[in-house]
């Protein structure tokens, strides 16, 4: 078996494998690839949250036998795209749960004629009440969604509970609300499609998850496996926005495929993604904390919600997420978590960066702050008396095998970030400025790879095979979006092999063409799915030796001339490798206990804010951000997917924001969509902590949903060190800091917003 040489490609900044493509303008996104006959698909949409369709009007002004009409009569079998559930309509028939639902689709071969066909059609409702907040959806009135519109809950309890009320000096509770957020990719969703009675369906698109549309298409369809491909071509980002959403667009567009008897393209604009497309779940968290009169955490209840929207879609997985994550890389020794995912008539939410994590995480390091004020010691000793440490249990039970520090990377982040220092003089300065200068942290972990027994049920493959021209090919189904999957996977292949760097070719994501080794999501693909291409690359080397074309010690040459002679003499050298979980690893679906991530990810981040008391407005002036990440496989990737994370965690905090108006995003264009911009994002010192997992590939951890978890927190609780008021709910938009400072001004005792309760002031 080959040797392990250390530093000799993993942990470079080897060149990217797609970069000299897309520097060089040659790399081919799906709006640049045209089709013998083609033609472009368009979707004419519901303008209501809820109701019914009365009739539609075909106006006769439009040529219509020029163009393909497609509805829900159309669909050959269940009206559904699959996702976990099948209650997703692909095309509506006549009840509307969301404004922006499909209802007719269009094709011509003139895109500007099929924008006025669409818009010419006439759809006539029958209105009713709409539910458009997790409040609302509580109420049950009306029932929009099963019996009680509850797509999903989770009961997660450790310890007993209700008997730390008693002992507790202090009893601290506070709301905390998270917004939604747009992925904003650079490149909106997109695909082409093909339909044959006799050959079946054929994608090409943009997207994360080929194995997720080709299920859809299979279920759609009552197609088998070989009669269903789908092909991902190079995609402008993704951020989670295109994990479930492209099987919609992908049904949408093969059934115009189906019925014109020619490829379809379907592309949206800016606005029609942003309106009707996915977005991370806005959310609602409450803690009532039990602590003792130095602050120890006794126990806690949590009760954690999220709006799914109209449909289920991946409401579920995100809620779990969401509810491991809530209590923290902190030790409980009791703890409830009580969680929920509500329907509402909104679009669906779905996947982005964090899936669930950002917005109990958010909370959680909110209301730590509040309970230090509280108790009456620093954010920092409130910290540093709570954080979970190796041998202990987290609140699904799972002991922390991790040989993790937390002091440490506290130490380290308040060190780099002059946090000490910052803190002291801000608050002697505060006082005589009208910009209000503060320092927070956040501290965080985040499960790597699918929840539970999610690895298990998936059972990732992935192969390699030698090539006629004397390469090596990375079989898997896992995409790359901008985050260096390919370049990562082929590091990790050329490692192993011991053959160099620009030996390894990966191949493109085509379901007829590469195994399903998972979807591109969850922190998962430089842990498990590089761990298989290891085992893989292993497995090759075996079947050379043994076969007695490889000697020990072999050099580059030695091994691809071995490859070479192995296919002349046997054909194929073709390698795959399945997914075995770790030892003693064990989760219980049903109590909702036991491991519930292979590994975590550890970080604490520390946040340098300015609120100007004149225009009301917050900017983040410096950010540290510190984290263990298991192995460093390429260390420029590594940085630039913490400093894209940051940037979006601060849109999250204090620019986007999502304005619904009865279901409807209000704000569906970049001039009234804000993000932050280079000129907005302040230097982002990044370090690495690296404590090598053995079960990830060369040591490797998650890293890519990491950075989204601490920037919201930790800027909040600058906010507050700088201006004295507790914000509570993000993102904290100008008008809201002028609010809140316009009604401390009016008031005695010091303002907040929504200020936690607390009692038992005074150990008992």
Known sequence: MAPEFKERVVGKSVLR??????????????DDIEMPGMWHGATVRTKIAHGSIKSITF????????????????????NYVAHILNDHVCLVEKEIRHPEEPVVLLAHPDKQRLRAAVDAVVIEYEKRPGVFTIEDSERMDPVIWGTDNTFKSYLMEKGDVDAVWADAAYIVEGEYRTGAQE????????????????????????????????????ALYHLPEDKVRVVQVETGGAFGGKEDYPSVLSAHATLLARKAKRPIKMMYDRMEDLAATTKRHPSRTRHRTAVNKDGRLLGGEIEFAIDGGAYATLSAVVLSRGTIHAPGPYYWPAIRVKAKAMATNCPPHGAFRGFGAPQSIFALERHMDHIARVVGISPEEMRRRNFIKTGQTTATGQ?????????????????????????????RENPASAIKRGMGFACFFHGAGFTGSGERYLASIVGLEATAEGKIRVLVSSTEFGQGTNTILSQVAAETLRVEYSDVIVQQPDTSKVPNSGPTVASRTAMVVGKLVHSAALGMVKTLTEGGMLREGYTREEFLAACAAHMREHGALKVLSQYEAPPNIFWDDQTYRGDAYPA????????????????YFTEVKDFVAVQEVGRVLHPVLAKGQIEGGVAQGIGYAIYEKVVWKDGVMANNQMTNYIMATSADIPPIRVHFV??????????????????????????????????????????????????????????????????PAFTGVGPR
Not at 185 to 212: H, K, L, R
């Open 17 to 30: 494998k797609e970069g000299p493509e897309k520097v060089l303008g040659r790399s081919r996104y799906i």
């Open 59 to 78: 106006p006769s002004h439009i040529p219509w036998d020029e163009f393909v009409v497609v509805t829900a009569a159309d669909i050959p079998f269940e």
């Open 183 to 218: 992925q904003l990719y650079i490149e909106n969703n997109g695909v082409i499609a093909e339909f044959s009675e006799t050959d079946g369906v054929t994608v090409w698109g943009s997207m994360q998850c080929p194995y997720y549309v080709h299920k859809a298409m299979m």
């Open 399 to 427: 002991t922390i095998r991790d040989l993790i520090d937390m002091d440490a990377i506290l130490n380290q982040a308040l060190s780099e970030a002059d946090y000490h220092a910052k803190r002291e003089r801000f608050a």
């Open 600 to 615: 975590y990810a550890w970080a604490v981040y520390v946040a340098e804010a300015a609120v100007d008391t004149t225009t």
């Open 690 to 755: 690296e404590t090598p997992f053995e079960h990830g590939a060369y040591g490797a951890k998650g890293i890519g949903e990491l950075p989204m978890d601490g920037p919201a927190p930790a800027i909040l609780n600058a906010m507050e060190q700088a201006t004295g008021i507790a914000f509570n709910e993000c993102p904290v938009m100008p008008e809201d800091v002028f609010e809140a400072m316009t009604k401390a001004q009016h008031t005695e005792e010091q303002p907040v917003v929504t200020e």
